[in-house]
């Protein structure tokens, strides 16, 4: 999996490297490589291009790649907007060199629009206010542009750490990223910001220098994820899981996660209900329908997964101290999260917990769990979900775009898999009764739970290949899509 670096980090990185004597600085590195980038894959013979360069060194990359540009006979613009005067050694150096190669700057952008190619160099990592005017409508300017828009290290008005846009956003058709990737890139309004991501790391070994915390989720997380099943294998090898949740008119969440589970691969599904039991689903006849109690006391379950259309009534508030003390693997959603979100002590009875237990939050419950606001989650995603797991002694995801998996001993990772048909309701009732199935299959809890986030994901982004979606895509499609997924995976003897 690939290394993700905060900005605090990229800037030890950058601390810690040697340059040997003779050897390009980092800027004229950043800049070289964005100018070969753009001549070799955006431009394809065009020529025109319009590079905005600001007043930091992200600008400083730009003014590099322009002189460069400028050397292989292409017609280069350059718009600066900074302060000579203000400029860090390495920028002045990079303006200075623009000039020697003949180049003039602009104020403004010159007339007309038809460029091949617009480069975005205005903030960097450094970036933390909202953009103000003159800058919003530079932004404006580039993203009314036709043609590709590159962002060098990552889309100005991008929060390097979180993702959320600052007021205003270059929207990249590309974006060249210096040293390694940036969570900001992957998660929340990132991703829909950076358009193809790649990743420079300009000569370095960054994890060398700095050993990494978080990863990009990929395909690496499935290898391996269940073992190979054996011939005289029977329904008791492959775990039993109780799902428990289905308050009055809640009981879909409860058959979609058990359904789910029993096409996981799941040995034996039970779902006990809050509400009236079915005597069974006629869309799975191999669910067992049970009261949510008789569930929750079932000695030979080997994970739970308790949440789904649950409520908070006294009666849930019971079956979950049950569960608590088991010693079975829990995944806790939905109203199983607004019941610790409201009780002192089933709080504490979670983070004491010695078995394995996963909490899988969407940003409001989150918000509930640390007491905060949506926004606070959303403005600092990586620490709270850090928290969280921290809190709980859990293994916690993040829901939403970019979904953040965290650990309790401080690991991090961002999923890269899913997209915007399961913005839909029953999509978290498929994953607790996915990551449920794995659980009590024998999966170790990280595993689980990025097997899970990453899979779920996968399905929605095959069903919309095939055009099943984004719009109108429901939670129930994901079932057959997640079980032929599992079957073509490699296994493990």
């Known amino acids: ?129 909202e953009l103000t005017s003159p800058y919003v409508e530079l932004v404006t300017y580039i993203n009314r542009q036709r043609c590709a828009r590159l962002a060098l290290d990552l889309p100005s008005g991008l929060h390097a750490d979180s993702g959320r846009v600052l007021g205003s956003c270059v929207q990249a058709s590309h974006t060249l990223t210096f040293i390694g990737l940036k969570p900001g890139l992957l998660t929340s309004d990132g991703p829909g910001m950076a358009g193809e991501i790649r990743v420079e790391p300009l000569d370095l070994d960054p994890a060398a220098l700095l050993p990494p915390r978080g990863f990009a989720a990929d395909d690496q997380v499935l290898v391996d994820l269940l073992p190979r099943r054996q011939i005289n294998a029977h329904k008791g090898t492959h775990g039993s899981l109780g799902i428990i949740g289905g308050a009055p008119g809640m009981a879909g969440a409860a058959l979609l996660a058990g359904r789910t589970a029993q096409h996981a691969g799941a040995g034996r599904v039970y779902v006990g209900f809050l509400g009236h039991a079915p005597a069974f689903d006629p869309n799975c006849l191999e669910l067992m329908l049970r009261p949510a109690l008789d569930v929750g006391a079932l000695p030979h379950l080997t994970a739970f997964a308790f949440g789904p259309g649950l409520g908070t009534s006294d009666a849930a508030a019971e079956v979950l101290t049950q569960l608590l003390s088991s010693e079975q693997p829990v995944l806790l959603d939905a109203d199983a999260l607004n019941l610790l979100a409201l009780d002192d002590t089933l709080r504490e009875q979670c983070a004491a917990r010695t078995a394995p237990t996963l909490l899988t939050p969407h940003p409001a419950e989150a918000a509930r769990l640390l007491g905060g606001s949506i926004e606070d989650v959303q403005r ?32 991090w990772f961002i999923n890269r898999t899913g997209n915007p048909g399961l913005a839909s309701a029953g999509m978290g009732d498929v994953l607790s009764g996915l ?3 794995l659980l009590a299959q024998g999966v170790a809890p990280l595993s689980a739970l990025l097997g899970a986030v990453y899979l779920h994901g996968k399905a929605a982004d095959s069903l919309v290949a095939q055009g099943v979606g984004p719009v109108g895509l429901s939670a129930h499609e994901l079932i057959d899509a997640i079980r032929a997924i599992l079957n073509a995976l490699p296994r493990r003897e």
């Open 435 to 437: 990551a449920g199935a």
């Open 1 to 129: 999996m690939d290394p993700i670096y905060r900005s605090h980090e990229i800037r030890e990185i950058e601390a810690r490297a040697v340059i040997a004597p003779g050897t390009p600085p980092l800027m004229q590195r950043a800049g070289v490589v964005a100018a070969h980038f753009a001549r070799d894959k955006l431009l394809r013979g065009r020529r025109r291009i319009l590079a905005l360069a600001g007043p930091g060194n992200n600008g400083g990359d730009g003014l590099v790649m322009a002189t460069q540009v400028r050397k292989w006979r292409l017609d280069v613009n350059v718009l600066f907007m900074g302060d000579e005067r203000k400029l860090s050694t390495d920028a002045l150096g990079a303006l200075m060199g623009w000039r020697a190669a003949g180049g003039v700057v602009f104020s403004d952008p010159p007339r007309g629009d038809d460029w091949d190619l617009v480069v975005d160099a205005l903030f960097g990592i450094g970036l933390e206010r």
């Open 380 to 411: 600092e995603r990586i620490p709270v979900t850090l928290a969280l797991a921290k809190a709980f002694n859990a293994h916690v995801v993040l829901k939403g775009a970019g979904s953040i998996c965290a650990t309790p001993d401080g690991r």
